[in-house]
């Protein structure tokens, strides 16, 4: 008895498992194919063996006549532009005859059914179920709607990027093009300049002014390239801020001086207004944020026509412990901006006036790196500009207030670079002869090595405490400053690691002074160079201000 038990479990687990697996497979087949079918070819008979598309129909098998069926389909579900291909297609005859010379009949059609959002896509697949017999036809019907609806949104996307690269690409094809025209115009003024002063050298007031021209076009070509390094950075979201105490009146009345001599020059009239209650000094990064109304000013200026107006306002907004909101707005009676144009304001390398004609010239770089710079400082930027009228910018910005210590005298101490003897090193003589007159100008004995090899040699070669500071480019034939830097550091002298070494390079980016800091330099200071900061740094290195991060 207990084995016939037993035998009676196992038949029934046996039933049980069969079921479960017709519902596995049911299930899983629910999810790619709507039907499974069969045509008797000699009635033209339709048998539905199992619906699954619908699983909730109490019939899932039913049978029909082929040909009537079909045309019912067609007339009823399938779009208006399929029906006579699908009519001719879906012929038996022409079934049978694709299956006996393929082995298989597939077709694809449409249908819009009414309970459905969007078109459903579908793919009838037939074969024979004995190649012997050749009397019954396979069937079974695919929906394929989330994989076309998947590609299409994908093959949407990937057009969508291509359209965003190529309008990327062109615009900085632009860029290239519009910089090239830009550098050129101070290049030129510098070129031109330096013959005229070399045609007239015994008139020392003219070639004083050929070098106040020649200086303005440095600045102005330097600018350029600033702004070239700041979008890079921009893109590489590595612009960093400092945090200073700035004396706000003298800051704000600076940035001003400069727009108030362009725009008199111009005959336009500029007017500062600052409101009283501003506090005198907070933290923030005192160059950048100038950086941000300086081109807001340029822009201001370039833009308004003579005998217009800039007006720059600054207003106290909001105020709490510590800390106030100011709003810097920058007003001009210029040409305003086209509403067309408004949306690609604060994008970089894109102008309103970027044609050959264009009497305003720019890079078309400025408001991209103040909407940046802005952004990083926590603040708001915003525009509001009538065509033919004017433009306002403004700048929200909450600021720390500062604790002003008493000033302290920043003046060189011309007698600390006295007799002081330095290792200059840089393979561009024309650079190596500059800095050395700068720094003999100053008292200091120059010792030159025109590679980083060379510069190792020499240091090597001297007593410990030969030299009171080294001065080092970075890239440099048969040994660069870095890989030199190195093996200064590591050489084993009595003074290898106290010497202040310091990078004098072209190479500008955050990267590039990383590497400086990492292989043992004490400071990096860029080409081209602002005599008065560059000395700044020397004297803090020979006070031994800065130390080696290394």
């Given at each position: 008895m207990d084995m016939e038990n037993r035998n009676d479990k196992k038949v029934k687990s046996g039933e049980l498992n069969i079921d479960k697996e017709h519902s596995i497979i049911e299930s899983a087949l629910q999810d790619v194919i709507d039907f499974v079918g069969y045509i008797d070819i000699d009635t033209h008979m339709l048998h539905i063996v199992r619906w699954l598309a619908e699983p909730q129909l109490d019939e899932k098998s039913?049978?029909?006549?082929?040909?009537?069926?079909?045309?019912?389909?067609?007339?009823?579900?399938?779009?208006?532009?399929?029906?006579?291909?699908?009519?001719?297609?879906?012929?038996?005859?022409?079934?049978?005859?694709?299956?006996?010379k393929f082995g298989e009949f597939t077709g694809v059609y449409r249908v819009d059914l009414p309970n459905m959002p969007h078109l459903q896509y579908k793919k009838i697949s037939m074969h024979?179920?004995?190649?012997?017999?050749?009397?019954?036809?396979?069937?079974?019907?695919?929906?394929?709607?989330?994989i076309v609806r998947e590609e299409s949104q994908m093959q949407e996307a990937l057009r969508g990027a291509l359209h965003h690269a190529e309008e990327a690409s062109q615009a900085k094809s632009k860029f290239l093009?519009?910089?090239?025209?830009?550098?050129?115009?101070?290049?030129?003024?510098?070129?031109?300049?330096?013959?005229?002063?070399?045609?007239?050298?015994?008139e020392k007031d003219y070639v004083e002014y050929c070098f106040d021209k020649i200086d303005v076009s440095s600045r102005m070509m330097l600018d350029m390239i600033d702004d070239v390094l700041d979008i890079a950075h921009i893109e590489n979201d590595d612009i960093k801020l400092a945090e200073n105490v700035v004396l706000f009146r003298p800051f704000i009345e600076g940035v001003a001086e400069k727009a108030r001599a362009n725009a008199y020059a111009k005959k336009i009239n500029f007017q500062l207004n600052v409101d009283e209650g501003i506090a005198k000094s907070?933290?923030?990064?005192?160059?950048?944020?100038?950086?941000?109304?300086?081109?807001?000013?340029?822009?201001?200026?370039?833009?308004?026509?003579?005998?217009?107006?800039?007006?720059?306002?600054?207003?106290?907004?909001g105020e709490e412990i510590g800390r106030q909101s100011l709003e810097f707005e920058v007003k001009d009676t210029g040409v305003g901006i086209d509403d067309h144009f408004k949306s690609k304001v604060f994008e970089a390398f894109e102008q309103e006036y970027d044609d050959s004609t264009s009497i305003y010239g720019g890079a078309g770089l400025g408001l991209a790196i103040c909407n940046h710079i802005v952004k990083k400082m926590g603040g708001e930027i915003e525009f509001e500009s009538t065509k033919g009228q004017g433009s306002t910018f403004r700048v929200e910005v909450d600021l720390d207030i500062a604790v002003v210590a008493q000033p302290k005298e920043d003046d060189l101490q011309q007698e600390l670079f006295i007799d002081k003897r330095v290792l200059l090193a840089d393979d561009n003589a024309i650079n190596l002869e500059i800095d050395k007159q700068l720094l003999t100008k100053k008292g200091m004995v120059v010792d030159v090595a025109e590679n980083g090899r060379d510069a190792l040699s020499q240091y090597m070669s001297n007593a410990p405490g030969t030299y009171d500071l080294i001065l080092m480019d970075v890239r440099m034939p048969y040994m660069d400053g870095l890989t030199a830097t190195s093996k200064i550091r590591a050489s084993g002298k009595s003074d290898c690691k106290t010497i202040p070494i310091l990078a004098l390079t072209a190479n500008a980016f955050e990267e590039d002074i990383r590497k400086s800091f990492e292989c043992g330099m004490n400071a990096h200071i860029t080409k081209p160079v602002d005599v008065k900061a560059m000395f700044s740094i020397i004297q803090q290195a020979l006070q031994g201000k800065l130390t080696v991060n290394k």
């Open positions: 039913f049978s029909m006549d082929y040909d009537q069926g079909v045309d019912k389909v067609i007339q009823k579900y399938l779009v208006e532009e399929d029906r006579i291909v699908c009519g001719k297609m879906f012929q038996l005859p022409n079934i049978i005859d694709t299956v006996d024979y179920l004995d190649l012997d017999e050749r009397d019954v036809l396979v069937v079974t019907q695919h929906d394929f709607t989330n093009f519009h910089m090239s025209h830009e550098l050129r115009t101070p290049l030129n003024s510098i070129v031109g300049m330096t013959e005229l002063g070399k045609g007239r050298t015994q907070f933290n923030f990064d005192a160059e950048r944020f100038s950086q941000v109304l300086r081109n807001l000013l340029s822009n201001a200026v370039k833009y308004t026509q003579r005998f217009g107006s800039v007006e720059l306002n600054v207003k106290l907004i």
